[in-house]
């Protein structure tokens, strides 16, 4: 996983490098927090272009850090959705709460 963060604009972008199911996703969601608390962002980004499968921990996890986000008064936003992931995230409802600015479909 890549980690991005431009302090001018206040954007933290995560580049997930991996299928993301029960078995990476407590990764992820450390690793996100961690970096979340620690820039204390005004956005932030999931970059999802190497990202091929993602199920249901996936959509929790995702949905889990746009509430931290919201709290803390930023955005989140996901890029680079595939196709598959986008057609998931469109059928769970969480692109009608996190915007996704560029699928690839």
Do not use: C, W
């Amino acid at each position: 996983m890549n980690i991005e963060y431009d302090n001018k604009d206040k954007l933290l972008t995560i580049k997930i490098n991996e299928e993301i199911d029960h078995h990476a996703v407590e990764k992820i969601r450390r690793r996100a927090d961690y970096e979340i608390q620690r820039y204390m962002p005004k956005r932030v980004v999931f970059d999802f272009n190497n990202v091929s499968f993602m199920d249901s921990s996936g959509i929790g996890m995702v949905v889990g850090r746009y509430k931290l986000i919201s709290m803390l008064g930023g955005e989140l936003s996901m890029i680079n959705v595939k196709e598959n992931l986008y057609k998931i995230l469109k059928m769970s409802g969480v692109s009608n709460i996190i915007p996704i600015k560029e699928a690839k479909i």
